[in-house]
């Protein structure tokens, strides 16, 4: 296990030190580290906005997918949102949709998405600016392709196959 999550430490610390639009405050890591909690969340997964069920692939997919397009969140009070949610869980929600309809998307179609394929997914307006950073500089197609690329590293050989 320790081999496999080096090479995600490093995959990580790669993508972070290749970014061209945001920056890591390293200094500020260990005072934020201090500040969470230790355990589980408070809240458990909302099969509503999350995708609960599926092969670890697939799981691994959604959530990298969600955390790549969902960073940079600030965004949230612009959203056109769905009834009774937060700006989180439109996002959420709408990247479950796409995946229970129509699966992950691949390495490669991350590479090419586009400011109205986001939007349509999103349900939101495909000409707004949040729209647009689908490509550059809010979330860009390298990062959503790094992250799907992290997402294909190898299991490791002590890992059960029925755990993720």
Request: aromatic content about 6%; some cysteine; charged content about 25%.
């Amino acid at each position: 296990m320790e081999d496999l999550l080096g090479q995600l430490r490093d995959a990580c610390a790669q993508v972070a030190r290749s970014a061209r639009h945001v920056r890591l405050d390293a200094e500020a890591i260990p005072g934020y580290a201090a500040t969470l909690p230790l355990g589980p969340p408070p809240f458990g997964q909302d099969p509503e906005a999350h995708l609960i069920d599926g092969d670890r692939e697939l799981l691994a997919a959604f959530w990298l997918t969600l955390d790549a397009v969902n960073f940079g969140s600030g965004w949230f009070p612009t959203l056109r949102k769905r009834a009774g949610r937060s700006g989180y869980y439109t996002i959420a929600g709408a990247i479950r949709d796409r995946f229970a309809s129509a699966g992950s998307w691949s390495a490669a179609e991350l590479g090419r998405i586009d400011a109205e394929t986001i939007a349509r997914v999103l349900d939101q307006d495909a000409g707004r600016e949040l729209m647009s950073c689908s490509r550059a500089p809010c979330v860009t197609s390298e990062t959503m392709s790094r992250a799907s690329t992290a997402a294909a590293l190898p299991r490791s050989p002590t890992q059960r196959p029925d755990r993720p």
